[in-house]
């Protein structure tokens, strides 16, 4: 059976999820919902560098419903409840990169609303990514098959911003360039939300693994520039912040379980930093011990541009959403997390990329 497939903003990831969707055997591209008006009405084909695909952007939410959709990959820069939940009432499955990654730790208003939707539609939803996602739940959770006794979980995550094409949440969302006092989850509402969706990360490995966690708490400290930083369209001022570490920690009665330790930088990262492998680290520490490291690039065989490496994490990001999309479609009404799903895997595996327009 064909699954039909609307996406939710082409973005960085929405475009690559675009891709996904194309490549992935036993799925359909039906509809593509964009946000800013200079996509509307153009042929998807056009955003993804393919020749027409017989399927026009819209706006309108009535339009992409009409596409009867099994699936929607939501993948916009900012996470409304209220939409998502419109699309499990109507009966579509979601699956999004921008949070709801474990509903059962998310705040109990916006967990109420997507689950009574969900049921009235009996419709599921699907939460992951790279990070959070794949390296902070699905890798510890997989890796920890290998372990009899747990002591500690924990991620670093070492990433240079400078390269992520997706400015606006750079400097807008994550407050990179903006002064100290206004990069802080008490200034920004978005910081918040960003902060709680790494919470729900901890919770998720602490409640799979028992490690029957009390509380996450979370440290936040900032580096700042010395002189201006160039990121694409925008530049990072001196005085201002270049560096963010954040620090997520599951304890129980006082003991560190679950660690999430993210450190990202434009340019420079304050020499206090912990000296970290540039990628993500996984480390179960126990009985025994695991330990990986993990990349994304376009290629570790070929020669490749800079702008196609960071292509890449945005690509490892949205297919994780896209190859779950039958085992999201074929879950319970409700939802479906890294720990409930069976192990997701690559759908398109070895068979022949979408050509791109030209090649
Ligand atoms: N879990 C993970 O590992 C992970 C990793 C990376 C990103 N993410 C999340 O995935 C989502 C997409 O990231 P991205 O890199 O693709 O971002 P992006 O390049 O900034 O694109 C997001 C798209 O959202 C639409 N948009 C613009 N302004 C918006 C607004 N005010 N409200 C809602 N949508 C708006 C636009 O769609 P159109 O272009 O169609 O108009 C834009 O291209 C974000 O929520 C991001 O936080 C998750």
């Known amino acids: 059976m064909t699954l039909r497939v609307a996406q939710w903003a082409t973005g960085a990831v929405g475009r690559e999820a675009v891709l996904g969707v194309l490549g992935a055997p036993g799925l359909e591209l039906v509809a593509v919902k964009v946000h800013g008006s200079d996509k509307v009405g153009v042929d998807a084909g056009e ?6 695909l017989g399927v026009r952007t819209t706006q309108d939410l009535a339009e992409l419903l009409a596409a009867a959709p099994d ?17 499990l009432r109507a ?3 979601v699956v999004t990169t921008a949070f709801c990654f474990h509903p059962a ?10 689950e009574q939707a969900a049921y009235a539609g009996g419709a599921t939803l699907h939460g992951s990514g790279l990070n959070p996602g794949n390296f902070g739940m699905a890798v510890p959770l997989a890796l920890s098959g290998l372990v009899r006794e747990l002591r500690t979980v924990s991620l670093v995550e070492r990433a240079d911003w400078s390269a992520y094409e997706s400015t606006r949440i750079t400097f807008d969302n994550m407050r990179f360039g903006a002064p100290p006092a206004q990069v802080d989850e008490g200034a920004s509402e978005f910081l918040a939300f960003n902060a709680d969706l790494f919470r729900q990360q901890v919770w998720l490995i602490g409640d799979a693994l028992g490690a029957e966690l009390d509380e996450v708490v979370t440290e936040h400290s900032v580096g700042t520039a010395t002189e201006p930083i160039p990121v694409f369209d925008r530049t990072i001022a001196p005085g201002t912040v270049n560096a963010q570490r954040w620090t997520w920690t ?4 006082g003991t560190a379980k679950v660690v999430v330790d993210c ?15 540039h990628g993500w680290t996984v480390q179960l520490e126990g009985e025994p011990s695991v330990q990986a490291h993990l990349t994304t690039l376009a290629s570790f065989a070929e020669p490749r541009s800079l702008a196609d490496h960071v292509r890449a994490a945005s690509a490892a990001t949205a297919m994780q959403v896209v190859n779950a999309i039958p085992a999201v479609c074929a879950a319970a009404p409700g939802f479906a997390t ?3 799903l069976p192990l997701v895997r690559s759908l398109q595996g070895f068979r022949p990329a979408v050509a791109a327009a030209g090649a």
Not at 47 to 52: A, R, S, T
Not at 105 to 114: K, Q
Not at 268 to 273: C, E, F, Y
């Open 105 to 114: 730790r998310m705040s109990a208003a916006d967990r109420a609303v997507l």
């Open 71 to 87: 699936c929607v990959v939501y993948t916009p820069r900012v996470a409304h409840v209220a939409e998502v939940a419109d699309l």
């Open 250 to 253: 599951g304890r129980a009665r």
């Open 47 to 52: 955003l993804v560098g393919l020749p027409p």
């Open 91 to 93: 009966g579509v499955d």
């Open 263 to 277: 450190l990202w930088s434009i340019g420079a990262a304050p020499a206090d930093w912990p000296r970290a492998q």
């Open 338 to 340: 890294a720990e409930s």
